[in-house]
């Protein structure tokens, strides 16, 4: 049966043909949809884990008792992996493992586009690269079937155009239960010094051996066309290499593309005029293939920033350019990704700017599309604000740092970053925006999902500590001259559930039917803008009136607008 | 590579562009036709540009194409429609739909919206305005804009004749098949 679907569909479809047991993630674009659909395939067993390191760990202990385990994260959350990921190349597998990572070249929604193939390298473990949605799905299998042969995790590297594009799949005709190996107590399994010796030389020879199968696999394949260039190529380059060369070149496919096939590309070169390596980021595959003594085109011409397209490379190899329509494209405005209307992270953005001689340190999720000075990376909003706390102490400017976070980071990586600056005692205000939910790849529940953090955490970092509405600005502007005050860390929470939540029962209970609808009062309204610098992109002001006013379509009544009315020209009144 | 074609759909988040390219990849591939459609969103879930495309033919390899390669341009809003433009093949055509969507910048009025972008679209390339929200209105749901857009680049491209009534059976929810049935066909008639 032939279907329409994403890469990431595909490869949760190969999972479940391919009997897999135990699946693991931590949500992140490009590749949330894995588990997301994973999920529907009742017999695998899937979870959210609260991060990437424990998702890996998970599926690593999965994979040691038995199971087929498998563990999905975008490529930012394999740093947070590294650590279990370096020693389960040494230790090996009992059940087949294989690790996704979904790299975002082009920075569609990443703070940065690093190459994960390094990774592999790094930790000396197989890379698989499909470069479209019926690759993605036949190579779990292969992934799984390989880490079983070779005793190694495989990386499945994919990237954004792989996971967010649909491509035709001729299905498997159903699942392939594979039974549950036996668990045996191995030294394998605990890498120790004395052990790990021996392990790394098992992990050379096992290298070694894949090298050996990648030179004869069909993964790695020929299509012979022209001689007059030969095109190496994985992934979703693949696909951009041979829409512009159609058959004036010969490829050599690569679906293994670590190790290499030296010995393959050695002979396809032979047999070439010309070689040019296409691959997405940096020349990587071309190192190499030019340490073994092969001469290539590649980075030499084809950039190594940002995402590739048939575009870049026509123009790149063959100087050629599409021509198109000319216009002047500056009267287009931006349209930046914005806090949603009813957003309750709005109204402590907005009193939150107001403070004077402070440092907003901020992190990973929909609070960074508000105004920040800093942000590293998941969970750094505290820690980073800790150190730059002791700093500024030091430099004695006064300026003080507030940490923000969300609930799902703060469960992420945010607790140990928390810790620090209560262990460490840093003049900090620590802020979790708790919006009850995982709320930018789109509603993952979380550790945090019907608890009540202010108690949870009242034990493990000090007294002052204290959980507001983040929609009530009188309440917000007290928390934070209240968070200000102490020589030490203090605690801050905004409770109130994200707008586009689905409510729960105990939602519901605790939040009530808050929805309704705000107006604006035209014959009061003055024009002055202070709604519409809260940033609501349901408030539309009209330069020939003078007036706001609002998309009643987009409002859902929070009354931030209302609050910052000078005067009172904005009311509620029941949807 | 000469028989593949490439429609370009761009929008805001929200405007169900996404969907409109579903309904169509599979309507597609039902026809024979191999197909890749890209997408890009995270992010553009929260008000931002939106942008797919749909490639289809005997043989398509690339999920993505660059400038001036693109048949047509289907905008779900009006100013989109500029931003995307150079995507579009010099003798290509543009299907718009007459509908303003401010953006953050212009709300604030950091920037100002081009009021008179279908007029810059008309003299730029051959295009096709409706008023798809009016036309969803009036058939009972505005949210059956995008299909009124769908209906409108079904007619330009020549593909009255695939399996529509199972495309949009398979991609929605039964309750509201016969609706967007209707804005299909009142699509297609807006540009006929």
Known sequence: ?575 | MSEVKNILLCGVGGQGTILASKILSTALVTAGYDVKMSEIHGMSQRGGSVVTQVRYGENVYSPIIGQGSADIVVSFEAMEALRYLGGLKKDGSVVVNNYQMPTATTLSGQEQYPADSIERLQKLAKTYVLDAAKIATELGNSKSMNVVLLGALVKRMGLESLDWDAALTACMKPQFVELNKKALAAGMAAVA
């Not at chain 1, 890469?7 to 674009?29: C, D, K, L, M, Q």
């Not at chain 1, 469960?411 to 900090?428: D, I, K, P, Q």
């Not at chain 1, 919006?435 to 009242?458: K, V, Y």
Request: hydrophobic residues 40%.
């Open chain 1, 1 to 575: 049966m032939k279907c329409l679907m994403t890469g990431n569909e595909a490869i949760a479809r190969g999972a479940w043909e391919a009997g897999v047991h135990y699946a693991s993630a931590y949500p992140g674009t490009p590749s949330t949809e894995i588990l997301e659909n994973v999920a529907e395939y009742k017999e695998i067993y899937s979870e959210w884990a609260p991060n990437e390191k424990v998702a890996l760990e998970s599926a690593i202990g999965a994979a040691f008792a038995g199971g087929r385990a498998i563990a999905s994260m975008k490529h930012v959350g394999l740093n947070v992996a590294a650590d279990p990921l370096f020693t389960s190349a040494y230790t090996g597998v009992n059940g087949g493992l294989m690790v996704i990572s979904a790299d975002d070249p082009g920075l569609h929604s990443s703070q940065d586009e690093q190459d994960n193939r390094y990774y592999a390298r790094a930790a000396k473990i197989g890379v698989l690269e499909p470069s479209d949605s019926q690759e993605a799905k036949d190579f779990v299998k292969v992934a799984l079937e390989l880490s079983e042969q070779f005793d190694m995790p495989i990386l499945m590297r994919l990237t954004t155009r792989v996971c967010h594009s649909k491509s035709v799949v001729e299905l498997g005709e159903g699942r392939t239960e594979v039974p549950i190996v036996p668990y045996t107590k191995k030294d394998k399994f605990n890498p120790v010094p004395a052990i790990s010796k021996q392990l790394h030389t098992k992990v050379e020879q096992n290298l070694k051996k894949l090298e050996e199968y990648a030179n004869t696999t069909p993964l790695n394949a020929i299509t012979w066309g022209s001689k007059k260039v030969g095109i190496v190529s994985a992934g979703a380059a693949y696909q951009y290499a041979r829409e512009v060369y159609g058959d004036n070149a010969s490829y050599l496919k690569l679906g293994l593309t670590f190790p290499l096939p030296m010995e393959k590309i050695r002979e396809f070169a032979a047999q070439v005029e010309q070689l040019i390596v296409v691959e997405e980021l940096e020349p990587i595959m071309e190192t190499e293939i030019r340490a073994a003594g092969i001469a290539c085109i590649g980075k030499d011409k084809i950039p190594n920033e940002g995402e590739l397209n048939p575009d870049i490379l026509r123009k790149a190899l063959l100087g050629d350019v599409h021509e198109s329509i000319e216009y002047d494209a500056s009267v287009v405005a931006n349209r930046p990704p914005v806090l949603c209307a009813g957003c309750p992270h709005r109204g402590f953005f907005h009193e939150l700017q107001k403070l004077k001689n402070v440092v907003t340190v901020s992190d990973i999720g929909c609070y960074g599309l508000a105004p920040k000075d800093i942000a590293i990376c998941m969970g750094g909003g505290f820690s980073v604000a800790h150190g730059a706390q002791k700093v500024f102490n030091m430099e004695g400017s006064g300026k003080r740092c507030v940490g923000i976070m969300g609930d799902s980071t703060f469960f992420h990586s945010g607790m140990t970053s928390m810790l620090e600056a209560v262990y460490n005692r840093s003049n900090v205000l620590l802020v979790v925006l708790d919006n009850r939910i995982t709320g930018m790849t789109g509603h993952q529940q979380n550790p945090g999902s019907g608890f009540t953090l202010s108690e949870d955490l009242s034990n493990i970092t000090n007294k002052h500590i204290k959980t507001i509405n983040p929609l009530k600005l009188d309440e917000v502007k007290e928390a934070l001259a209240w968070g200000m005050g102490f020589d030490e860390p203090a605690v801050l929470i905004t409770r109130w559930p994200c707008v586009l939540k689905k409510l729960s029962q105990a939602d519901r209970d605790e939040f009530g039917n808050y929805k309704a609808v705000n107006m604006v009062n035209p014959d009061k309204c003055i024009g002055c803008k202070a709604c519409v610098r809260t940033g609501c992109p349901a408030l539309e002001y009209h330069a020939d009136t003078k007036k706001v006013t609002i998309d009643r379509n987009q409002c859902v009544g929070c009354d931030v607008c209302a609050q910052v009315c000078p005067k009172n020209a904005i009311s509620r009144e029941v949807k």
